[in-house]
């Protein structure tokens, strides 16, 4: 990222224009450079945005070790892996309508704060039910931030850096899809425990692994507290000169200047109206905002865009469900291997396949409660064996789709995002089709790591495609009803896969390789209409 370089590059505001004659957004936001101010954002936004990834890959990691104090069932793992994925569904829609009326920064903070508070308590939750509850409300109060920080974030950019920025922020925030395995790899092992209120609530390893998840959101919240709202709202709702303010701010911060050196006097103000559509009501009350979203929803829908857009909302709910199903459940499967007993094989020759290991009576021992003949009354819970290496192999995979991704990003525009989709979404379904003839724990491994890396490019690729296919106008509904897709194909997948993996080892893996394979017989058709729509 250059800083001094883009200080010379600055356009230039003509002294008899900037004193008397207003100026639009993107003309002032250029005028404060490209410096300090935006690597300090950049860095402050790391922790907030490694929130959502926290969130929906805690659960993973201490299914294995609170499967006896929650009583987690099979089943239970599953609906506990979708929670999250749920909430973000039920209301992600009311945060989009809430920061347009009352600002960015302070709707950031209070979810960060909310969610920190979600994760504390839920660290403490002494049921299931109580536990999952937190876990949902976390879904609800992270759903919005994220989206909330990538706005906040592309405000603050005029737009020659503007698409950079954000290609950056996105790369910093899918390192914390390492970070989390890392973190459990350091505390789930160890002996720790603690107690509270007279030893009436002990916290073990796992719940002090889910108190250091609290930091994220922590941390983001107590970084951005020092940044200013974003100027562009601040422009939309008349405040120019607050707006004013934060721009001086930067342009000092950026350039090391005096805040009266920057060279805009006057900001013209934003006219909201130009950014509805013909058709669009005129009322613009806050209230009125759903159903404004939902009335410009309806042009997503008329010919000629009904079919590229049901392509890629199939595709994206293919590519979230095979990558978040994985992510959910690959320390299960890889604790479940590492406990496999080879007696299990009745004895044969032939080395047994992942799907021997994977078999009805190892899983009913890792997820349900053994009955131990104590009494003929009393039953103990008995989990099995987690190993380190358990985190260490997920740290691995998690670093090695991670990588994946970047090599991906520096190739895009030499190959293009149509020849990428097709190849990541043809071989991660083969990938997946090709887990239960894994003839041993490491090719297993290795397949996951290619799925995990494959459907994250191949969901990445289809998010972008929409600009091919849609207009400007409604680029950011369409945007909005596919990643609700997509949450939602996640939440699916995690509710099916425990119950098609207790009917048979197969059965998951060929249903989403078998869906990743249909997608792909779709994509041929989409690259047809890519680009051609007005």
Not at 58 to 64: G, V
Not at 93 to 102: E, K, L, N, P, S
Not at 332 to 340: A, D, H, K, R, W
Not at 466 to 491: D, H, K, N, Q, Y
Request: charge should be neutral.
């Amino acid at each position: 990222m250059e800083v001094d370089g883009d200080r010379e590059s600055m356009p230039r505001v003509p002294e008899n224009e900037s004193a008397e004659a207003a100026v639009d957004f993107e003309t002032a936001v250029s005028a404060t450079g490209y410096g300090l101010f935006n690597v300090l954002l950049l860095m402050a936004a790391i922790p907030a945005g490694w929130t959502t990834v926290f969130d929906t890959s805690t659960t993973a990691f201490i299914m294995p070790s609170a499967e006896c104090e929650l009583d987690l069932s099979l089943f239970r793992k599953g609906l506990l892996a979708a929670s999250t994925y749920a909430g973000m569904i039920c209301i992600a829609v009311v945060w989009g309508f809430t920061a347009d009326h009352i600002g960015r920064k302070y709707l950031l903070l209070f979810g960060l704060m909310s969610d920190t508070l979600c994760n504390v308590f839920g660290s403490a939750a002494q049921s299931y039910y109580v536990y999952l509850s937190f876990k949902f409300t976390s879904g609800i109060i992270v759903g919005g931030p994220f989206a909330i920080l990538m706005t906040y974030i592309a405000e603050f950019h005029g737009e020659r850096h503007r698409s950079r920025v954000l290609m950056w922020t996105g790369s910093l925030f899918a390192l914390g899809n390492v970070a989390v395995p890392a973190l459990s790899s350091a505390v789930l092992p160890r002996a720790w425990s603690f107690s509270l209120f007279n030893n009436s609530l002990i916290f073990d390893a796992w719940r002090i692994f889910l108190l250091i998840c609290a930091l994220p959101p922590f941390l983001g919240f107590v970084a951005m507290w020092s940044f200013p709202e974003s100027p562009k709202f601040l422009m939309t709702k008349g405040r120019s000169e607050e707006a004013l303010k934060v721009f001086r701010r930067m342009y000092s911060m950026n350039t090391g200047k005096p805040e009266d050196d920057y060279p805009v006097k006057i900001l013209r103000v934003e006219n909201v109206a130009k950014l509805q559509t013909p058709l669009e009501p005129a009322n613009r009350s806050s209230r009125d905002g759903s159903r404004r979203s939902f009335y410009r929803m309806k042009f997503l829908f008329p010919t000629p865009y009904i079919f590229p857009l049901f392509t890629i909302n199939v595709i994206i709910f293919a590519s979230m469900t095979g990558m978040h199903v994985m992510k959910s459940w690959l320390p299960q499967l890889i604790v479940i291997l590492n406990n496999f007993d080879p007696k299990e094989s009745d004895d044969s020759p032939i080395v047994p396949t992942i799907c021997e290991k994977l078999n009805v009576q190892a899983i009913e021992a890792f997820g349900a409660q053994a009955a131990l003949a104590l009494g003929n009354t009393t039953e103990t819970c008995i989990p099995m064996i987690v190993s380190t290496t358990v985190y260490t192999n997920a740290t691995i995979i998690a670093a090695s789709a991670v990588t994946g991704s970047f090599l991906v990003g520096a190739i895009v525009n030499k190959v293009g995002k149509k020849s990428i989709l097709l190849v990541s979404l043809v071989s991660g379904g083969s990938c997946y089709l090709g887990l239960s003839f894994s003839p041993s724990t490491t090719i297993f491994l290795v397949l996951c790591s290619a799925i995990i890396a494959l459907t994250g490019i191949s969901t990445n690729a289809i998010t972008s495609m929409i600009i091919e296919v849609v207009p400007t106008s409604l680029r950011a509904t369409a945007v909005s009803v596919t990643l609700m897709t997509g949450r939602f194909g996640a939440l699916t997948g995690n509710l099916l896969f425990p119950i098609l993996l207790s009917v048979s080892c197969d059965a998951p893996f060929y249903y989403i390789g078998g869906f990743l394979t249909l997608c792909f017989v779709l994509a041929i058709f989409l690259s047809k209409y890519s680009g051609k729509l007005p």
